[in-house]
C-alpha cells in the first residue's frame, strides 16, 4: 500500500528532530531515506510505524489516516536496525510470534514459517537461536520475521549498518531481488548514499529534519535541488570564488560572472568525472601536477595540484590513464567540463548549514 | 571457574617476564590469610551450628523442631515469606522497568530510594511502622477504632519484612534490563502484541535468570530477618515467633541445642541458597560462552 505524509513535524522536548515534511510511497515502491546522521530519518520512519506519534501533521498507509491508529494495528512490518530478534526463541519462533499473536491456525502458522525460510534460504536453521547466527542471517530472519503476517509496508531502519562490507553488497542484491518478487511497498532507512542509490526505485533526502529532495537516484544526482544534496549524493569539487576583473576566480581557474558585479563571491561545485586530463600540455587550459592516484579498480582517482596551490579531485578510467601515459609526478594540462553554481554572496546559506557544512577553499568528498 | 586463577606451571621458579609482578611469597600469603580468615570466621561457625544441634543427640534435635512453638514459627516465617516475596517480585519489575525503559525527572532519587533499605539499620526500619501503626502512633487510634492489628501481629511481621527485602529483585533486574533495552519489546508491539503479551512472552524470558536470583536473595533475607521483625512481634510464642526469633527465646533460655536446631534450617537454607547461585552463575557462565 501506499504511505504519505502531509507537513509531518517531530518535536523531542526542544529539539524539532522533523520539521513539516511531505512526501509519499507509492504502491510496490522501493524507496530510500537518506541523510547524515541525525538527520530525522529514523523518526520518520518510526512515525509511519508508529513507535511514535507526529507533533502535528498527518500520516496516511493505504489512502487511511493512520495517526490515531495503534502501532498493532497499522499492519506494518518493522526491521530494526541491529534486528532485535527475540533472543530466548528460536529462528521459527521468532518468525511465527506475529503469527501466533494475531492467532492464525497452527497448521497455518507452520507452512508460513517453512514458506519463509525457505524463500529466504534459512532451510536447516530453524533450531537455532539468534546468538548462534551470523549477521547476514539475522537480518534475513528480521525481515522474515516482518514480512510473516504478509504487512501493507516494510519499514527498514538501516538494514545493511550492522553487517560487514562483503555480505552488505550480497544483501543489497538480495533485496532488490526479494521486493520484486514481494511486489510489498518498502522504505528503508540509509546514511550511505551509495546504497541509496544502487537499492532504490526513488530517494528521499533529509538533512536537520528538513526533506531536501525526492528523486529517482539519477535526478537526485544529476540535477541537485541544491548545494547540500549536489554535495551528499556522490562526490564533488567544491571552490569558492571571487568576481574580479570580469571574471569569477579561484586561484588561476577562471569562469564566467554572469553578471555577477566586482568583489561578489559565489561557490561552484563540479564532479570529478567532469574534469578531463591530458598529457599534452597544448590540449587545455590549465597547468597542473598530478600528485597521486588512487586505484578503484575500473576508475581511478587522480589527485591534481595547481601551481597556486588548489586541489582537485578527476576521476578517470585505467584505459586513459595508460593511454595518456600518465604517472605520479607529471605534468599534465586540464579542463572542467561542467560545473554547478551552488550558492551567491546574495542569497546565503542558512547559518545552521553553513555551519554543518563549513567549505574550505577547495575539497572534494567521498570520492 | 578453576581456569581464572590457574597461573602458569613454574611461574613461581622462573624470574618473572612483567616487572609488576609481586614475588611468589607474597602471593601465597595473601591466599593463606583470605582461606583461613574464611575458614576461622565462615566455615567453622557454620559446622559448629550443626555440631551444637547435634550435641544431645538427633532425638533432642528432631523433638526441639517438633515442638509446638517451634514448628509454629517454622509456619510462620513461611507465611511471612510467602506474602512478602511476591510483593517485592511484583515492586521490582514495576521499578526495574520504570526505571530502564523511561526516562522521568526523579529518576536518580527513586534508584536511591530503592536502596535505602540496605543502608537503613533493620531496628529503625521497625520503629518506623511502630510509630505509624502503634497504639501511640499516627494511625494506631483509627486502626484500634476498626479493630485491625497490625503491630504485635501478621501483618506488621510481613510489613517490616518487605520493607527490609525491598531492593532483592528491583536491584538484581535493574542492571539485566538496561542491558535488554526495549527493541525487542518494540519489535513485539510491531507484530501486534499488546503490553500484557509483551511483557510475558519478551520482557520476562528475557530476565528470568536475573528474576530468580533476585528472588532467592530476597527469600533468603525474608526467612532470616531479625532485627525489623524483632521490633514488630511482640514474641508471642506459637504465634508472633518467626524462626529466628525463637532461636533468640531458645537460646536466652538456656536451651542452646533447640536453639542451634532450629538455626541448621537457617544455615541450610543459606546453603541452598548458594548453591543455586552458584548453579545459575555457572548457567550464566556457558550460555556467555556458546
Keep these: 500500500m501506499s504511505i504519505e505524509l502531509r507537513n509531518v513535524t517531530k518535536r523531542f522536548g526542544d529539539v524539532l528532530a522533523v520539521k513539516g515534511v511531505s512526501f509519499s510511497v507509492k504502491e510496490g515502491e522501493l524507496m530510500a531515506l537518506l541523510g547524515p546522521s541525525g538527520g530525522g530519518k529514523t523518526t520518520v520512519l518510526r512515525m509511519i510505524a508508529g513507535l511514535e506519534l507526529p507533533t502535528s501533521g498527518d500520516l496516511f498507509i493505504g489512502g487511511h489516516r493512520v495517526n490515531d491508529v495503534s502501532v498493532q494495528r497499522r499492519n506494518i512490518g518493522f526491521v530494526f536496525q541491529n534486528y532485535a530478534l527475540f533472543k530466548n526463541m528460536n529462528v521459527s519462533n521468532n518468525v511465527a510470534f506475529g503469527l501466533k499473536i494475531k492467532k492464525w491456525r497452527r497448521a497455518d502458522i507452520q507452512a508460513r514459517v517453512a514458506e519463509l525460510l525457505r524463500l529466504f534460504g534459512l532451510e536447516g536453521l530453524d533450531r537455532r537461536y539468534p546468538h548462534q547466527l551470523s549477521g547476514g542471517q539475522r537480518q534475513r530472519v528480521a525481515i522474515a520475521r516482518a514480512l510473516a503476517s504478509k504487512p501493507s509496508v516494510l519499514l527498514l531502519d538501516e538494514p545493511f549498518g550492522a553487517v560487514d562490507a562483503k555480505i552488505r553488497e550480497e544483501l543489497r542484491e538480495w533485496l532488490v531481488t526479494l521486493h520484486h518478487d514481494l511486489n510489498v511497498t518498502t522504505l528503508f532507512v540509509t546514511h550511505d548514499q551509495e546504497e541509496a542509490l544502487e537499492v532504490s526505485n526513488r530517494i528521499v533526502i533529509f538533512s536537520g529534519g528538513i526533506l531536501e529532495q525526492v528523486g529517482t537516484p539519477r535526478e537526485v544526482y544529476e540535477q541537485p535541488a541544491n548545494e547540500f544534496v549536489a554535495r551528499f549524493i556522490g562526490a564533488m569539487n567544491v571552490l569558492e570564488l571571487e568576481v574580479h576583473n570580469g571574471a569569477a576566480r579561484a586561484g588561476e581557474l577562471e569562469f564566467p560572472s554572469n553578471g555577477m558585479s566586482e568583489g561578489q563571491k559565489l561557490r561552484i561545485g563540479f564532479r570529478p568525472y567532469a574534469v578531463q586530463i591530458s598529457s599534452d600540455l597544448s590540449q587545455y587550459r590549465y597547468h597542473a601536477l598530478l600528485r597521486h592516484t588512487f586505484f578503484l579498480g575500473v576508475l581511478l582517482r587522480v589527485e591534481l595540484e595547481l601551481p597556486s596551490g588548489l586541489t582537485i579531485r578527476a576521476r578517470m578510467t585505467k584505459e586513459e590513464y595508460a593511454h595518456q601515459a600518465l604517472e605520479d609526478g607529471r605534468e599534465v594540462s586540464f579542463q572542467i567540463r561542467q560545473y554547478r553554481v551552488l550558492s551567491k554572496e546574495s542569497a546565503p546559506l542558512p547559518p545552521e548549514r553553513e555551519a554543518s557544512y563549513p567549505a574550505p577553499p577547495v575539497i572534494a568528498e567521498n570520492i | ?290
Design chain 2, 1 to 290: 571457574m578453576d581456569s581464572k586463577i590457574v597461573t602458569t606451571p613454574g611461574s613461581a621458579r622462573q624470574p618473572s617476564l612483567r616487572g609488576t609482578e609481586e614475588p611468589p611469597f607474597v602471593k601465597w600469603l595473601l591466599i593463606a590469610i583470605a582461606l583461613g580468615f574464611c575458614f576461622v570466621f565462615l566455615l567453622l561457625p557454620l559446622a559448629n551450628v550443626f555440631a551444637q544441634a547435634l550435641a544431645k543427640g538427633w532425638v533432642y534435635c528432631a523433638n526441639a523442631l517438633a515442638a509446638p512453638d517451634s514448628l509454629a514459627a517454622i509456619r510462620l516465617t513461611v507465611l511471612v515469606a510467602a506474602i512478602s516475596v511476591p510483593l517485592n517480585v511484583l515492586f521490582g519489575l514495576a521499578a526495574a522497568w520504570a526505571i530502564a525503559k523511561f526516562e522521568f525527572p526523579a529518576k536518580s532519587l527513586l534508584i536511591t530510594l530503592i536502596d535505602l533499605p540496605f543502608s537503613i539499620s533493620p531496628v529503625v526500619a521497625g520503629l518506623i511502622f511502630v510509630i505509624l501503626f502503634g497504639l501511640q502512633g499516627y494511625l494506631g487510634p483509627w486502626l484500634e477504632a476498626h479493630d485491625l492489628k497490625i503491630i504485635f501481629a501478621v501483618p506488621g511481621l510481613v510489613l517490616a519484612t518487605v520493607f527490609v527485602t525491598f531492593p532483592f529483585v528491583a536491584r538484581e533486574l535493574i542492571p539485566v534490563m538496561q542491558a535488554t533495552g526495549s527493541e525487542q519489546e518494540q519489535a513485539a508491539l510491531t507484530l501486534g502484541a499488546n503490553g500484557w503479551q509483551t511483557f510475558w512472552h519478551v520482557t520476562l524470558p528475557s530476565v528470568k535468570w536475573g528474576l530468580l536470583y533476585g528472588i532467592i536473595l530476597c527469600n533468603a533475607r525474608a526467612m532470616g530477618e531479625f532485627g525489623a521483625v524483632s521490633v514488630l512481634s511482640g514474641h508471642i510464642a506459637g504465634q508472633t515467633d518467626t524462626m529466628p526469633l525463637r532461636v533468640e527465646k531458645l537460646y536466652n533460655e538456656y536451651d542452646a541445642p533447640a536453639a542451634f536446631a532450629l538455626s541448621s534450617l537457617l544455615v541450610l537454607l543459606a546453603l541452598f541458597t548458594l548453591a543455586i547461585k552458584i548453579w545459575m552463575e555457572w548457567r550464566q557462565g556457558r550460555r556467555l560462552i556458546r
